[in-house]
């Protein structure tokens, strides 16, 4: 069974820093592709990050040049590094991943497994 868990998230001021972890079990990240994903209140999830396997290292991108993803695979966790938050970064984060490794994911479709989300503040 594969679980994914989220932390780090919190109540932080405009132009702080969060780094969001995703831990995952029954899944190996290094051969898996994975995302991070928002949801505000009000509006659809949106992509905000994705890495995938490549060879010995791993591709990434993200929509946004104050964010970015990485992987430890010694921990089997996944990372989102934010920095220079702002209110309108506020929103539940959602840690994803998938089967389909060769390729960075950036439909929500696309990903296989999902956590719970972790909530993310930035308050002005």
């Known amino acids: 069974q594969v679980q994914l868990v989220e932390s780090g998230g919190g109540l932080v001021q405009a132009g702080g820093s969060l780094r969001l972890s995703c831990a995952a079990s029954?899944?190996?990240?290094?051969?898996?592709?994975a995302g991070w994903f928002r949801q505000a209140p009000g509006k659809e999830r949106e992509f905000v990050a994705g890495?995938?396997?490549?060879?010995?290292?791993a591709d990434s991108v993200s929509v946004n040049v104050r964010f970015s993803i990485s992987r430890d695979n010694a921990r089997n966790t996944v990372y989102l590094q934010m920095n220079s938050l702002k209110p309108e970064d506020t929103a539940v984060y959602y840690c994803?991943?998938?089967?389909?490794?060769?390729?960075?994911?950036?439909?929500?479709?696309?990903?296989?497994?999902w956590g719970r989300g972790t909530q993310v503040t930035v308050s002005s």
């Open positions: 994803a991943a998938g089967r389909e490794r060769f390729r960075i994911l950036r439909g929500s479709h696309e990903y296989d497994y």
């Open positions: 890495i995938r396997w490549s060879g010995g290292g």
């Open positions: 029954g899944l190996t990240f290094s051969t898996a592709a």
